[in-house]
């Protein structure tokens, strides 16, 4: 079974500054994909942004940007120019491919890092 | 993308009594999912929904707890049985429009349970 580590129970920046949420995952497989999900006080979970593990390449959203490594199995997201907006918890999140077999199309969730704008 | 709506949205219950809550999707979705989330906890999956088969439980899930029915593919029921205390949280339907792998996992507003 996978799992998804996320190091940081809470995170504080200052508006307009850049932040990097930590994760880090245990899998066996060699192709999955990972995601971010935000979830406000509204408690709406919001996607972020998306990774393919294939994809070496990082994938970037505006001001949200991921660093994928691979082999080292980490996965944190930066905010760069922090906004009040972006308060939330942070959910680093796990699906393997499709079909693999007992809720593989699920997501696997880390326990989420509560970030904090400060103005 | 799937606009989900859950009903009731939240919900004060007694122990030993039983909840179903309902989930509808604005458009067809084969995957469907329910996720439980705990106070100040993340989120965990329960089971896949399938349409027309009986659901798949994730490990520490039983069918006798939380019975899911999925009748059509817009349209679900996650069951929680005989409550306790510990059944007190979030209960959030879950969709992937089109195929799993990268794409987008749209969830519903969630249903608060709080169990006396």
């Known amino acids: 079974a996978q799992t998804v580590t996320q190091s940081q129970p809470e995170m504080s920046v200052q508006e307009a500054e850049t932040v990097t949420l930590s994760c880090t995952y245990d899998?066996?497989?060699?192709?999955?994909?990972l995601f971010w999900y935000k979830q406000p006080p509204s408690r709406q979970m919001i996607l972020v942004i998306r990774?393919?593990?294939?994809?070496?390449q990082n994938a970037t959203e505006n001001r949200f940007s991921v660093n994928f490594q691979k082999a080292a199995k980490s996965f944190s997201l930066k905010i760069s120019d922090s906004q009040l907006g972006d308060a939330a918890m942070y959910f680093c999140?796990?699906?393997?491919?499709?079909?693999?077999?007992?809720?593989?199309?699920?997501?696997?969730f880390g326990k989420g890092t509560h970030l904090i704008i400060q103005p | 993308s799937a606009v989900i709506s859950q009903k009731p949205s939240r919900d004060i219950c007694q122990r030993g009594t039983s909840l179903t809550i309902q989930c509808q999707v604005d458009?067809?979705?084969?995957?469907m999912f329910w996720y439980r989330q705990q106070p100040g906890q993340s989120l965990t999956l329960i089971a896949t929904?399938?349409?027309?088969?009986?659901?798949?439980?994730e490990s520490g899930f039983v069918i006798d707890k939380f019975p899911i029915s999925r009748p059509n593919l817009t349209f679900s029921t996650l069951t929680v049985s005989n409550m306790s205390p510990e059944d007190s949280s979030i209960y959030l339907c879950?969709?992937?429009?089109?195929?799993?792998?990268?794409?987008?996992?749209?969830f519903g507003p969630g249903t608060r349970l709080t169990v006396l």
């Open positions: 458009s067809q979705v084969t995957m």
């Open positions: 990774q393919e593990a294939y994809k070496q």
């Open positions: 999140a796990y699906r393997s491919l499709p079909y693999s077999g007992g809720g593989a199309d699920g997501l696997t």
């Open positions: 929904a399938n349409q027309g088969s009986e659901a798949t439980y």
């Open positions: 879950s969709v992937i429009p089109g195929l799993a792998g990268v794409n987008e996992q749209f």
């Open positions: 899998t066996s497989e060699s192709d999955y994909y």
